[in-house]
């Protein structure tokens, strides 16, 4: 059951917060941004969705002087962050000897490596199912359409598009009520931080120690505090804080703050539930894992002798620095990143970067290929009007 994202909207306002590692190894902050409900062409007033971003213009006078603005800021923003990073990983770099190391590239491992990175995508996918409450959790399907449409957005716009993207993309093929998505999509970003936590942690005996480990875990005793706090909230106050930060959109027509929040708390199950909590937790820590395995894969193709921990080590400071705002596809951020990890293994630059370029063009092709065909299908299909309760 998948929907489509139709582009005839009058108007839309979608930004997207927060960061993922590229391709799906990549949390975030626990922010997915600020979604404005527009109304269909010819449609009557509270029959709006959201409406994925690029897909619509907004039109009217009354905004026209601040969106250049904004975008301006964003842009130049992005390009900054992309320059300063892309000078981290190059520089030092000796362009001879990287060309040699891509040149004595052993392709046949990627041939795995892809398989591992499918395999993760899809661990991704219905974790993020499994974030839903027992009963109220969506179809398979759609649910893996709107990850890949997230996927596209984040690898071709700024500041985690995607992330927006995906809740308007599953909100129009399910009968999922776009708070509630909301609500699995933060708890999702905080699960994200708190397995690469995990996984660091419990392979730090085997890893080599860097002067960036005692951050990680001060770092790791703060969101575990405020993981606790909120877990606490909620266990005592119930959905009443939660009626006090929706309170606001008792101002649009056809929202209701009470009910909002009620659909938003159901969105937190993965903090309030703990059957819900375990089995994400397990999903996320089996997609990491596996995201590791992918990096390792690839790393044997310019470095057969290095060990499965050089692969998580990778991955850990990849999903690390995707904690910072980053242009699209994290252009620059995922290359610094790699280089620095393998700097512990005293790994040249010049031998680091051909091994971080080909690692994110591995993550960025398949994900913006099969994001745009699966875009292309869900333009197709009616878009569901119900916005029950009811699911599959």
Known sequence: MTGTLTPRWRAVG????????????????????????????????????????????????????????????????????????????????????????????????????????????????????????????????????????????????????????????????????????????????AYDVLSILIIYFCASPWLPHESWSGAAAIFAGVVAAALAIVIWVLAVHGDRPLRFIVRPLGRLPGLTPEREAATLAEGLSGLREHRVAVEALAWSLAAWMTASLWAW????????TFGFGAGVLVTVAIGLSNLIPSPPAAVGVFEAAGVAALAAYHVSESAALPYALVLHVSNFVPLVVVGAITLRYAAKQPRLKGRGATYT
């Open 297 to 304: 894969l690839v790393l044997l193709a310019f470095q057969p």
């Open 14 to 189: 979608l930004q997207g917060a927060g960061r993922g590692v590229g391709g799906g190894c990549s949390p975030g902050g626990p922010s997915v941004g600020e979604v404005r409900y527009a109304r269909a062409v010819g449609s009557s007033v509270g029959e709006g969705a959201p409406v994925v971003p690029a897909l619509a213009r907004e039109s009217g006078s009354r905004t026209s002087g601040r969106r250049p603005g904004k975008r301006a800021v964003l842009f130049g923003v992005t390009v900054l962050l992309a320059a300063v990073f892309t000078y981290l990983a190059v520089r030092g770099v000796n362009w001879h000897k990287a060309w040699r190391a891509l040149e004595r590239c052993d392709a046949w491992w990627l041939v795995p490596a892809m398989v591992a990175f499918t395999v993760q995508t899809v661990l991704r996918g219905m974790r993020w199912r499994s974030l839903f409450a027992p009963g109220r959790r969506p179809p398979r399907r759609p649910v893996m359409a709107a990850t890949m449409i997230g996927y596209l957005f984040n690898n071709i716009m700024p500041a985690r598009a995607g992330e927006a993207a995906r809740v308007v993309a599953l909100s129009q093929s399910t009968t999922a009520p776009a708070a509630e998505i909301v609500g699995t999509v933060v708890v999702e970003r």
